[in-house]
């Protein structure tokens, strides 16, 4: 189980912060790019077979390089919509009304032992002085 970055605390570990996230997907995106506008410098005017061969193939790279940040952000998206916001919003509702009424159950419980305490006090003061007539 991974634990959360000190600078990540009260979020969960495999969520990115959103600079970082966007931060990396245009850095993937501009890879992306640049394999897809590459071109070999030819000595004449043609190309030959085998680098036509590996422009296609870094164009279709980065084509499935797009194809998969796309899905990324989307499955990214979809896990903040589905599990990180109800969890967030069960904390503050459910977690943080839980401490409230421990809080107040608290406090009525320190009221009630001091009453008790101070009638169990008067109750054998009562007694003692009873006993001395």
Known sequence: MCLPAPCCRGTFPFVLPAPALTDLSAAKRKFADSL???????????????????AKSL????????????????MIENASEVL?????????????AAKDAKKKYDKETEKYCGVL???LNLSSKKKESQLQE
Do not use: S, Y
């Open 36 to 54: 897809n506008e590459f071109k070999f410098r030819c000595i004449g005017d043609a190309e030959t077979d085998d680098e036509i061969c590996i």
């Open 84 to 96: 990180i916001t109800p969890l967030e919003k069960f904390r503050k509702e459910q977690i943080g």
């Open 59 to 74: 164009q279709e790279f980065a084509t499935v390089l797009r194809n998969l940040e796309d899905e990324r952000m989307r």
């Open 117 to 119: 305490e101070k009638h």
